[in-house]
């Protein structure tokens, strides 16, 4: 499931990852190849979030890295 379907202004992606323009973000694909999350990252750093993050080979890069997964509703 994406997060992004509804996201059509960047008022909207603002409301998505909240007003705190410091905390980090981060950004990862289900797929090797995707390049979502480089566009995702692109479009928080429009914003000016400060720190924003890209996990290069999405998912499986994460997973693999030991790093924590939550269900998100």
Do not use: H, I
């Not at 973000?25 to 692109?42: E, I, M, P, Q």
Request: glycine share 8%; with cysteine.
């Amino acid at each position: 499931m994406s997060l992004f379907r509804n996201v059509r202004t960047e008022a909207d992606f603002t409301a998505l990852l909240g007003a705190d323009k410091d905390k980090p973000v981060v950004f990862y694909c289900g797929f090797v190849k995707c390049t979502r999350s480089d566009n995702g990252a692109t479009w928080a750093r429009k914003p000016v979030y400060t720190q924003v993050y890209r996990v290069p080979r999405g998912l499986f890069a994460w997973k693999g890295a030991g790093y924590p997964l939550e269900a998100v509703e």
